[in-house]
């Protein structure tokens, strides 16, 4: 009898998780296409390293902005129409890119780029916890891992077809620039900048079709409150602030997700650092995102059967501290490849916060996952950061007489030392910061 009662619900529940796949593809997509930006924008717009970073900055920073809004909507408007409204609002984001290209600005192109991450707020806010408790709390790990294979394989995707389209011919470009007078510069910024009109035409139209088919999509209602009665404790809960490992998990979140983002991000302008052309280096991210993946993969097979998602967590933050070690010790293409083995430490820390960080949390879950998606702004604070301790290092050495890339190279690969904090406290929430269900010790 219980073996047809769990097919039924496994039946119920495999189109809203098929549905949510494709968002999550979408938002993987849209996200990780932001490696390539990094050094398209830089040389478009003739920035420094730090400055190239903002381009992260950009549309991470929205979801501290637009987090307890998108929870407000989604409380008003429901988690369906919520997602609608995210892929409109993403799709308006993608033309604002038109009007950037054209005048060659900046900060138009960070518009653009913070519209979408309002977009994406809304998508995130809504999508996270909708399958976190669509089904049991001890598999919500293995749901959000399947909507990680989602999210990194369009990323992976996204990055190769915009890294195509953007850096080709970055390198002659590039080497035009330093001979050329101001006319002919003038020129040749212009061709490249006008390559992302067609790209981001396309991911608008894509955008407002998606936005208008999921109003009609068959999700079924889910409400928070469902997890009320996995609560701990005796007395009930009267405030957000009561939970400590839920706090304790917003700030792991907070330093992974900057973490994940400079093992994306980052790693395309890293090879270029140790003098990778763009053409080689525009396969980087991928090579992150494909470890991610296969990591998923390993986490939708082994979780909670085999392998609990604290264990999970356990081994992963272990991981980002010997491979961020291993960066700093090692050069040139070695190097590359252990930026890249991030992708392995990094897959199962999301699926693994998320339901350690919302269990027990009962009519608190909407607000929490709000405040679990204003995490992400670790993406917004971290890698610039980074970026600017990579100009900072390298202005050092050249001060004290070293060659302008060999500095670069050294101050790019020196810099990555941030990793190792960020992953450290990833480790203490997985030990024995989920275990804080109260401020008092019993």
């Known amino acids: 009898m219980s073996n047809s009662h769990d097919l039924q619900t496994k039946n119920k529940t495999l189109v809203p998780v098929i549905i949510i796949a494709g968002l999550f593809f ?3 997509f849209v996200t990780w296409i932001n490696g390539a930006l990094i050094p398209f924008m830089k040389t478009i717009n003739e920035l420094t390293d730090a400055q190239s970073y903002l381009v992260a900055s950009a549309s991470y920073i929205s979801f501290v902005v637009m987090a307890l809004p998108a929870s407000y909507i989604l409380n008003k408007i429901g988690y369906k129409r919520g997602m609608s409204l995210g892929l409109i609002i993403m799709g308006i984001g993608a033309l604002v890119f038109i009007p950037a290209a054209e005048a060659r600005t900046y900060w138009v192109f960070l518009t653009g780029i913070f519209i979408q991450g309002v977009g994406m707020t809304i998508l995130q806010t809504a999508a996270n916890p909708y399958i976190t408790i669509l089904g049991p709390i001890e598999s919500g790990a293995k749901r959000i891992a399947i909507m990680g294979i989602a ?9 190769l077809i915009f890294g195509a389209i953007l850096l080709s011919g970055i390198d002659e470009v590039k080497e035009k620039l330093g001979t050329a007078t101001l006319e002919e510069k003038t020129v040749l910024l212009d061709t490249m900048a006008d390559s992302v009109f067609m790209p981001y035409i396309i991911m608008a139209v894509v955008l407002f079709v998606l936005g208008a088919l999921i109003r009609k999509a068959p999700l079924p209602h889910v409400e928070a409150e469902e997890v009320e009665e996995t609560a701990t404790g005796k007395t ?18 907070f330093v992974y997700v900057g973490a994940e983002v400079i093992a994306g991000d980052t790693i395309i302008a890293y090879g270029i650092s140790l003098g990778f052309t763009g053409e080689e280096a525009k396969f980087f991210t991928t090579y992150t995102l494909m470890a991610m993946v296969a990591t998923y993969a390993l986490g939708v097979f ?6 609990k998602q604290t264990t999970a967590l356990i081994v992963s933050a272990i991981l980002g501290i010997i491979f961020s070690i291993c960066i700093l010790n090692t050069t040139g293409y070695t190097s590359i490849l252990f930026v890249a083995a991030l992708g392995i430490a990094n897959a199962l820390v999301w699926p693994a916060i998320w339901p350690l960080s919302l269990d027990g949390l009962g009519k608190f879950t909407k607000t929490a996952s709000a405040l679990l998606v204003m995490a992400i702004s670790g993406g917004a604070i971290i890698p610039p950061l980074y970026g600017r301790m990579v100009d900072s290092t390298k202005h050092e050495l050249v001060t004290s007489g070293i060659e302008q890339a060999e500095a670069m190279a050294a101050a790019s690969t020196s810099s990555y030392w941030i990793l190792i904090p960020c992953y450290a406290f990833v480790l203490f929430f997985a030990l024995w910061g989920h275990k804080f269900k109260s401020w008092t010790s019993k």
């Open 236 to 253: 009930a809960k009267t405030s957000i602030f009561q939970f400590p490992h839920l706090w304790l998990g917003v700030l792991a979140l």
């Open 302 to 307: 082994l979780i909670p059967k085999y392998v």
């Open 26 to 28: 979408i938002f993987g």
């Open 151 to 159: 999210n990194k394989t369009a990323g992976a995707l996204g990055s």
